[in-house]
């Protein structure tokens, strides 16, 4: 079944709206007016996921990859072209998401997982198994703000993600929600843990700059650069030309 069909998708951001700078800046776009500030972040992209698929997003940061995931979430509406989706789609976005800093561990997760729609007694019969998954047993009842950028990842990551568990989303939108502390064990287990919704046919669309997870877990990869789709394909094939170019890039710049 196919998940997500995108076709001929367009984004632009205007670079005017809200600004919330100095006197000198105002003045110079005042000199500007007219001149319309405009960024193309998405130029004509097509792509389709089925059931059962993950797909990987690789690029450079700005290259698009993040706009994408947040049309396909809903979040942003396209300028151009359509998107289709057959299903209930989550969108999981940066490792801190909906972490409170000031609160301890238990009471983010209860936090979280309220937001995502879980009850009292859902909360009750996942609290375990979000703290086990976790690992973070000893630090159930220390303050967030105390915690390692890979503690906050793992905690937001378990939450999350046991959280949605009970919807069983049709469509998985990941934005470097992995995070990037380095912890390899655990984004190994994520992993897995994502593998269990493609199991029931669910489509995961991972952005990541963790190259080595997108070559080991996902079906295909999409290279984006400037907003456009440079390649699509064997997961190995496309990583590989991706690496080159930005070998390539440093070079030219030396």
Sequence with gaps: MIRIKVCNLSKKFDLDIAHNDGALAAFLRLLKAGEKQERQALQEVSFEAGSGEIIGLVGRNGSGKTTLLRILGGIYLPDGGSVEINGKAVYLAGYAQGLVPKLTMLENIQLVGTMRGLSPQDLRRKLDEIIAFSGLEEYTHIKVYQFS?????????????????????????????????????????????????????SAVILASHRLGIIRKYCNRALWIEKGQIQKS???????????????EQTTSIK
């Design 149 to 201: 950028s890979g503690m906050i990842n793992r905690l937001a990551f378990s939450t999350t993600i046991h959280s949605i568990e009970k919807h069983n989303p049709d469509i998985l939108l990941i934005d470097e929600a992995l995070g990037s502390s380095g912890d390899i064990d655990f984004q190994e287990k994520a992993m897995q843990k994502l593998n269990e919704f493609v199991r029931k046919s």
């Design 233 to 247: 394909g064997n997961p190995d094939d496309v990583v590989n030309d991706y690496v080159f170019s930005k070998k």
